[in-house]
């Protein structure tokens, strides 16, 4: 579903309460949905929902963890995470949200054990599909730039392109690069990283 879920279309609570209306969705209520397969994400207390995803978009987030935890983890510089693992971002922006792919650099870590994490990563990627583009391009990148996330990668498995944006104090986020095939993108957060946008897709036949 490309617009937040209808509260109605979830099973019966088993306490017999109500689901909350749009907007008014918090974290312990997440916590209440089932375990269903689908993906649940709530952001400014509107509840969001998206089936599980197609090839492309894994390919893709295989690709970006590996390549971003290989260059991460040699140099000891934080920890590389992949979806799904809830993020609280503050000011009650999103309780939780679920980046596919995120950087978290040394001293600002999730602890072994967490179940969650309350606070800012430093670097998050999303990978467009149909079901989530809007709200990847629109939705997701105001929570984002609102809650101070310094660098946001936006992948497209369709147009085989990746955009990176960086926050800057008082405009919010513009382009640091962009790039297609036989391109290369790169991070600000991550000085000296660079990747081949082509290798986060299948190879054309």
Known sequence: MTEPAIPRILPHREDG??????????????????????????????????????????????????????FVYDRELGVVLSAPFDVKLPFGIASPVQPDVLVFLSGNEPRPGDK??????????????????????????????????AEYWLVD?????AVVYILEKGKGYTELCRGGEGERVRSSVLPGFDLAVADLFPRQK
């Open 17 to 70: 309460a109500k689901w909350p209306i749009q907007g008014r969705w918090t974290y312990e209520d997440y916590l209440r949905l089932p375990d269903d397969g689908n993906r649940y994400e709530v952001i400014r207390g509107h509840l969001y929902v998206t089936a599980a995803p197609v090839y492309l978009h894994q390919f893709a987030v295989l690709k970006l963890g590996r390549f971003f935890d290989e």
């Open 157 to 161: 498995p369709d147009a085989r392109t």
């Open 116 to 149: 969650n994490f309350e606070g800012v990563p430093d670097l998050v990627i999303e990978v467009l599909s149909p079901a989530t583009r809007r709200r990847d391009l629109r939705t997701k990148l105001e929570a984002y730039r609102d809650a101070g996330v």
